[in-house]
């Protein structure tokens, strides 16, 4: 089972790498990691995707608050979180297949961002099973280069998971 793990950590070096061991140490494979800064340029956010079981995540969890840079932890049940993962996609693109790209483009929300005479470039921030969706859709016309970010998410509704709280 996929499980969205939220981990507020002190902006220092190497917290990542500590954390990211800790998860291979256990087994826990990471599907995504996503790191950012938060509103407070001393805390940073790092949004883990991985698969396991409920125990497995629970220890992971424990494993988590026992370092000594992290602020807090948090695995977000199913519908309690919004998540979004950004792709770019690079496409081969000749004349005669650009308004049909386009039409893709429009009807599933992404950007283009650059088009030259061969190739056209698009830009995709959505859920993780639409960006799936999107790449089967676009593969036909022939994808050059595509990468993705990690999954962020966030609480929905009114409750915050910041360091104050």
Not at 72 to 85: D, G, Q, S
Not at 86 to 104: D, G, H, P, Q, Y
């Amino acid at each position: 089972m996929k499980h969205t793990i939220s981990v507020l950590v002190e902006n220092h070096s190497g917290v990542l790498s500590r954390i990211s061991g800790l998860f291979s140490r256990r087994g826990f494979n990471i599907e995504s990691l996503a790191v950012g800064p938060t509103h407070d340029p001393d805390v940073s956010r790092i949004t883990i995707v991985a698969d396991g079981d409920e125990h497995t995540v629970e220890q992971i969890e424990k494993q988590l608050n026992k370092l000594i840079e992290v602020i807090k932890v948090k695995t977000f049940e199913a519908n309690e979180y919004l998540a979004r993962e950004l792709m770019i996609v690079k496409v081969s693109a000749v004349a005669n297949r650009r308004s049909e790209i386009m039409t893709i483009a429009d009807i599933t929300g992404a950007k283009v961002m650059d088009i030259t005479l061969t190739t056209m470039t698009l830009e995709l921030c959505d859920t993780y099973a639409h960006l799936y969706r999107f790449e089967e859709v676009i593969a036909p016309y022939g994808i050059i280069e595509m990468v993705r970010t990690g999954t962020i998410a966030i609480e929905k509704g009114s409750d915050t998971f910041n360091a104050g709280k």
